[in-house]
């Protein structure tokens, strides 16, 4: 099937720019795909459709985009992923004003679906990773949307190499989103590298504002201003679904189409909904949950080996000294400017990006280390805070030196005692 | 929105703090108070570790409603107390005027659909009926939730659940420290 659609897509491609040929070559890597699409500023090779215009896509790239995956993808769902485009393009355009740009055969509807698909692969890449439903979610997901009963020739499904995409390249994403013309505004900053807080780049996708989005007018339908509006709103409605569905895991699997059918669409709709209120409900309960743990530990809660902990995401060395000394804080004299050492921690912190959640990965080795490269005269008695508590609190010995290990890490102090200045959040 | 490290490290910092300024550590708590406080501590510092949104403002506010909790919170949040705890004014007049419209709308589009088929009308109007009810969810679920429209709503909701995912795996780290620490 591939074959049969290999000449189909070149055919299409042939107006596309010549770099696909060295995308094929190199190996599946989704990311640069997407960048070199973004880079392709084809808006005017679509056709006059305002939304195709706006989703800036030609058919082109987004079928190269397709076929290329289809090349090295094995065969996972053969017509999920056609189908899955056609719906989405589809849907809107079903009623024959669909034109494709450049003579693409209409079984890949391409721009909008396909940004889409593509824009999603990559949020999945960066999403919740450890979840398998997403990682098994694109496959069912476009199987699920196959609602097409005429079957285009199969595309397989790429599968997604999630575990390849960098953060970096969620940028590439987003600015695809902007290339996709509905406008999007992107916010983003560099993020750190874990990939099991994957959830961001829906974020990002998400912050999008939509200013205007352009529908056309389906054919059969009242074109007068309230409808299209109307269309307009359940357009940004579904491109928030979607994000929040790729959010919520095990979300994907509940096929949420666009417009297909308004009902199935809304019916879609709905259980992604629900999916998204179990998923915000169980969070919360997450959240009490721990935070009736947290208070069993309580008093034992030793808050000097955590001011320790952050003090440490400094990297050992000169920056530590200056870390301590910035998160010196005092907490007796309780200004509401030296709310914490924040801002300079966070300076010193950030370009180290550490990884604050492996904490207890913090081996009595690191902390000795740190310990060691601390001048020991910083240990000295602490003033000690307005918290009342006695010695449970900040165990510490003012015997200092720190440097044995983990007893000493409990024990050491942490706070030194010097002033705090105003610092700014 | 971006789970940054610095992110999650100004919440775990502001959570500490405000441990520290609830005093949860103190043996002159019962449990569910130190609770109460951790939660409190918890909330308020994810609403501030993620700045100015609609849902941290909500947040705020609600926390807010318990004369007990000002003190803990604008201690810990300092200036950025008074910008988060006022929420946006017009908030409920929103609502009240969006059904008004919505009413109007409604009206136009039943006298168009009255040509359509019947069972369209039906499944279309039981597809919405789902969706509004389960958006009425959403609303109460996310603080500050009632005041926005589908489609913010539908941004905060992402917005929060990240955060609050953020806030629990924050949680369960100082947890995992605390527990192992004092085993030791």
Not at chain 2, 78 to 84: F, P
Not at chain 2, 115 to 132: C, F, N, P, Y
Request: net charge positive; aromatic share 6%.
């Amino acid at each position: 099937m591939e074959s049969a659609e290999a000449p189909q897509i070149s055919g299409v491609r042939s107006g596309s720019s010549g770099t696909c040929a060295a995308e094929i070559a190199e190996s599946l890597r989704f990311e640069e795909e997407i960048q070199s699409l973004i880079v392709h500023p084809n808006f005017e090779a679509s056709n006059g459709s305002s939304f195709t215009a706006l989703l800036g896509l030609s058919g082109n790239q987004a079928a190269e985009l397709l076929h290329e995956h289809g090349l090295t993808a094995a065969a996972s769902s053969p017509a999920g992923a056609a189908e899955m485009w056609r719906l989405r393009l589809g849907g809107d355009r079903a009623a024959g004003e669909l034109r494709l740009p450049l003579g693409c055969s209409p079984t890949f509807p391409s721009d909008a679906a396909i940004v889409e698909s593509a824009a999603r692969f990559s949020v999945f890449a960066s999403e919740e990773s450890p979840t398998s439903s997403s990682g098994g979610g694109i496959s069912p997901r476009l199987k699920v949307e196959q609602l097409d009963p005429d079957s285009p020739p199969s595309v397989p499904v790429l599968p997604s190499p999630k575990t390849k995409r960098s953060p970096a390249k969620r940028k590439g994403t987003c600015e695809k989103s902007k290339a996709r013309g509905t406008a999007k505004k992107i916010k983003r900053t560099e993020e750190k590298k874990d990939p099991t807080k994957a959830t961001a780049t829906e974020e990002d996708t998400a912050d999008e504002k939509l200013p205007y989005v352009h529908v056309r007018a389906r054919r059969g339908q009242a074109t007068d201003s309230h409808s299209l509006a109307e269309r307009a709103r359940r357009e940004k409605i579904n491109a928030r679904m979607k994000l929040l569905q790729e959010l919520v895991p095990g979300c994907s699997k509940v096929g949420n189409f666009l417009n297909h059918s308004r009902d199935l669409m809304i019916t879609g709709t709905a259980l992604v909904l629900d999916e998204i209120i179990n998923h915000v409900q169980s969070l919360q309960r997450q959240v009490e949950f721990l935070s009736m743990r947290l208070a069993a530990v309580n008093p034992c809660i030793d808050l000097s080996f955590l001011d320790h902990i952050l003090s440490t995401q400094c990297e050992p060395g000169a920056g530590a000294a200056n870390g301590r000394e910035a998160l010196a804080w005092n907490p007796a004299p309780w200004s509401p400017d030296s709310a914490i050492a924040g801002e300079d921690v966070r300076r010193l912190l950030l370009p180290r990006q550490y990884q604050v959640w492996h904490l207890d990965l913090l081996g009595p080795q690191q902390s000795s280390m740190a310990w060691e490269r601390d001048a020991t005269p910083h240990h000295n008695a602490l003033p000690f805070p307005g918290t009342g508590t006695g010695t449970s609190l900040f165990g510490y010995d003012s015997t200092n030196s720190g440097n044995e290990g983990p007893p000493a890490m409990r024990h050491s102090c942490l706070f030194q005692s010097g002033p705090i200045g105003p610092l700014t959040m | 929105m971006q789970l940054t490290s610095s992110f999650k490290l100004n919440f775990l910092k502001q959570m500490l703090l405000g441990f520290q300024l609830s005093a949860v550590s103190s043996n002159n708590m019962s449990f569910h108070e130190r609770k109460k406080a951790i939660k409190l501590s918890a909330d308020a510092a994810i609403a501030f570790a993620r700045g100015r949104t609609r849902w941290s403002q909500g947040l705020i506010t609600n926390l807010s409603k318990n004369e007990k909790n000002k003190d803990v919170l604008k201690g810990l949040l300092g200036r950025e107390y008074d910008e988060l705890s006022k929420p946006c004014c017009n908030s409920w007049k929103i609502p009240r005027s969006k059904k008004i419209l919505r009413r109007c709308l409604r009206m136009s589009s039943t006298r168009k659909m009255a040509g359509r088929a019947q069972h369209d009308v039906g499944k279309s109007i039981l597809a919405k009926t789902l969706a509004k009810k389960r958006i009425q969810v959403l609303k109460k679920l996310v603080p500050g939730g009632e005041s926005m429209d589908g489609f913010s709503l539908l941004d905060e909701t992402l917005d929060y659940a990240m955060s609050l995912k953020a806030q629990v795996d924050g949680m369960r780290c100082i947890l995992r420290t605390s527990e192992a620490l004092n085993f030791k």
